[in-house]
């Protein structure tokens, strides 16, 4: 970009170097809009295709404006796409000062947070609110939030929480593919938002367009896939069209060098035979896609909806590199089981089973066992259960622990009662009274293991959504807060809000 785009986009010269790297021109709409506003700190919502590409001219303007004027950002994207916003993040940020962290774990952004030696945390809703609850990550201390593909989040608890105490001047960017969320979002925590992306109201919506086959694939696998597809089809000619240049040498290694019937490419699409769209396009672009050539969706975790918004007729495509992939996994869970068959020790575990041995088929059993053992979110056993001394509980009595999860859910004390003995091992007796509410639940339990058991408990699923529990910390019954000058706040994970915000 030249000095004249630079100053008229107000991006720092390296930020815009780097935007220009990834592909994005001045004249392209979204970084007109999107660039010059998230700059100046204003509050965005940017609606785009379900991929961090997309935001790249957003997220540089914010950067710009971190390594000008400093302070602190967080961005909150979806789990199985972590990885790809935090490689935007340092992309964009690479050759500035600013100091970046993709949180897998919280451990070390935990620490990093309170030393002061972080500018940019990207994290998942989970991460986040692990940091919140732990005192690591503070709202009041945030200069910009960034909600990243929220329609792909397993909850919005955690944004409840944060948006709770976000200081009324801090910089609110939402970048959705969710039109009607975008607003809901936009109407609770960014008014008075600049939105870009939205076609005008009196347009029709676009009806999908197609043939497409589609292939379904996770993130970090698009590009070894792009090899398997090479195999499967053996076209005369490929194009790999994606939304930015930031895989373009990922894409290059999986790919055969010296073939000049393969090409990758970011803005014009020529003619070839398989035309494949490494990122989810949107309808206008699609229509190009199927114009130069028969057209393949890679289609990652949580862009499924927007693929069938987009493309009609589509016809699923099976990649044999894919399939392998799934059974090798599988050999791998069967040995692990061979493993501990051949190793002995499970007398109590059959002590455990007898009375459903008596009852069916023992193949039946190790099918349903299998199944909750692969299906736990970290592929091993249930945890040890929590002590709660009896000693500690008549001395310190019990507390409150607040569940993001109520009768709006359809869940009941029941689905709390089974998760806590069966998942995190509380024993039935030490639970006491729960408090039902619409939005949330109030459990009693041992005052000196409270805080671990909500620990334990957040990230779980009841009612088939991940909940939030945390140390209930206001006092008595009442569920208000007054919070500073005579504000009201609600209860923590309600999404209260200061009434003086927009």
């Known amino acids: 970009m030249t000095a004249p785009d630079m100053e008229r986009l107000q ?15 001045a004249d392209d709409a979204r970084v007109r809009d999107a660039a010059p506003t998230a700059a100046r700190g204003h509050s965005l919502i940017v609606l785009a295709p379900p991929a961090a590409a997309y935001a790249a001219p957003a ?10 004027e400093g302070g602190r950002a967080l961005l909150i994207g979806p789990v199985p796409e972590l990885a790809e916003w935090g490689s935007l993040a340092h992309a964009l940020s690479r050759t500035s000062a600013l100091r970046v962290q993709t949180a897998h774990g ?65 910089q609110r960017i939402v970048i959705a593919s969710d039109l009607a969320l975008a607003t809901q979002l936009g109407e609770r925590y960014a008014r008075r938002a600049l939105i870009v992306g939205v076609p005008p109201a009196e347009s029709r919506p676009a009806a999908p367009v197609g043939p497409v086959r589609t292939v379904g694939v996770a993130w970090e696998r698009r590009a070894s896939a792009l090899a398997d597809l090479l195999e499967v089809l053996d076209p005369v000619s490929l ?72 493309a009609e007729p589509r016809r699923p495509l099976r990649l044999p590199g894919l399939a392998d992939a799934a059974e090798s996994a599988a050999a791998g869970r069967r040995a692990a089981v061979a493993r501990a068959i051949e190793a002995g020790g499970n007398d109590g575990a059959l002590l455990a089973l007898a009375p459903l041995l008596e009852r069916y088929e023992p193949s039946s059993i190790a099918a349903a066992l299998y199944g909750l053992w692969s299906g736990a979110p970290s592929g091993g056993p249930a945890p040890a259960p929590l002590p709660v001394p009896a000693a500690a509980v008549e001395a310190s009595g019990t507390a409150k622990v ?11 004390p ?73 504000t009201r706040r609600g209860p923590p994970g309600m999404g209260g809000k200061r009434r003086e915000r927009p």
């Open 402 to 412: 607040w569940v993001g999860l109520g009768r709006n859910d359809g869940a009941t």
């Open 414 to 486: 029941n689905d709390l009662v089974a998760v806590l003995t069966k998942e995190v091992r509380v024993p039935k007796e030490r639970i006491g009274r729960i408090e039902m509410r619409d939005g949330y639940m109030l459990v009693e339990l041992p005052a000196a293991d409270a805080e671990r058991i909500a620990e334990s408990l957040s990230g779980r699923e009841i009612r088939r959504k991940r909940v939030v529990a945390r140390l209930d910390r206001t006092s008595g019954n009442s569920r208000e807060r007054t919070g500073p000058a005579g």
């Open 106 to 170: 919280v451990a070390r952004a935990a620490r990093r947070l309170r030393s002061e030696s972080l500018d940019l945390l990207v994290a998942s809703p989970a991460a986040t609110s692990t940091l919140l609850h732990r005192g690591a990550l503070k709202a009041a201390g945030l200069t910009a939030v960034v909600m990243a593909g929220p329609e792909r989040w397993e909850g919005l608890d955690a944004l409840d929480v944060l948006m709770n105490d976000l200081p009324r001047e801090s």
């Open 59 to 68: 997220l540089a303007g914010l950067v710009s404006r971190l390594a000008s």
């Open 11 to 25: 991006l720092t010269p390296a930020v815009a170097d780097a935007l220009a790297a990834l592909g994005w021109t």
């Open 239 to 310: 194009t790999v069209w994606t939304a930015d240049r930031s895989r373009h040498a990922a894409i290059a290694s999986a790919l055969p060098g010296g073939d000049s019937a393969i090409r990758v490419v970011t803005h014009e699409v020529p003619a070839a035979a398989v035309v494949v769209a490494f990122d989810p396009p949107d309808i206008e672009r699609l229509r190009l896609l199927i114009a130069a050539g028969d057209v393949v969706l890679l289609v990652p975790p949580g862009t499924e909806k927007w693929t069938a918004d987009v």
